[in-house]
C-alpha cells in the first residue's frame, strides 16, 4: 500500500487550472483600465498645477508692479527675470528688485500640442489654433489654449481649467 501511494503524481486538475485562469482574467480586466487611466489623470492633474504656478507668477507680478500685468508678448521674459518696479528687465543690483517669479513658463501638456510648445498667444479666449497659453493682459487671466473639443475625463474643456 506504502508503494502505491509513492508513485502518485500530484498535479493540479484541469479545473483548478481554469479557475486560476478565469480569476487572472478577472485581475486583469480590473487593474488594466485603472492602470491606462493614470497617464490621463497625470496630465489632468500636470495642467491644473502649471495653471495655478502660472496665475499665482502673474499675479504676485501684478501685485509688486503697481497691480499692471505684463503684456503677452514680454510675459515669458518678465516672469522669468529679474525686473524693476516699472517692469524693466535687468540686473541691476538694488534697482531690479522683483523676480524671477519662474524658472521657466511650462511646456502644455494636453491636447494637440502637447508635450511640444509653451507658447504664449495673446486674446480673451482661447482659440484652440496654436497650442500653448492663451494670456489676457488686461485681467491677468490664463489659459490652455486648447479647442473646446478637448476635454478631460470628466468632460470638462481643458480651455476652462
Request: overall charge positive; aromatic content about 6%; glycine content about 10%.
Amino acid at each position: 500500500m506504502l508503494a502505491l501511494s509513492r508513485s502518485r503524481r500530484s498535479a493540479f486538475s484541469l479545473i483548478e487550472l481554469v479557475i486560476v485562469v478565469v480569476i487572472i482574467g478577472i485581475i486583469a480586466a480590473i487593474a488594466i483600465p485603472r492602470m491606462s487611466r493614470g497617464a490621463t489623470g497625470a496630465n489632468e492633474s500636470t495642467l491644473s498645477g502649471n495653471l495655478a504656478v502660472l496665475r499665482k507668477a502673474i499675479d504676485l507680478y501684478a501685485s509688486e508692479h503697481n497691480g499692471a500685468f505684463p503684456a503677452a508678448a514680454d510675459l515669458a521674459t518678465k516672469l522669468t527675470s529679474r525686473t524693476d518696479i516699472d517692469g524693466t528687465v535687468g540686473t541691476t543690483a538694488g534697482t531690479h528688485i522683483y523676480g524671477p517669479y519662474l524658472r521657466s513658463i511650462p511646456v502644455m501638456n494636453v491636447g494637440p500640442a502637447a508635450g511640444r510648445t509653451n507658447t504664449i498667444t495673446a486674446g480673451t479666449t482661447p482659440d484652440g489654433t496654436a497650442g500653448g497659453w492663451m494670456y489676457d493682459a488686461t485681467t491677468g487671466q490664463i489659459w490652455a489654449n486648447v479647442a473646446d473639443s478637448q476635454t478631460d475625463t470628466a468632460g470638462k474643456k481643458f480651455n476652462s481649467y
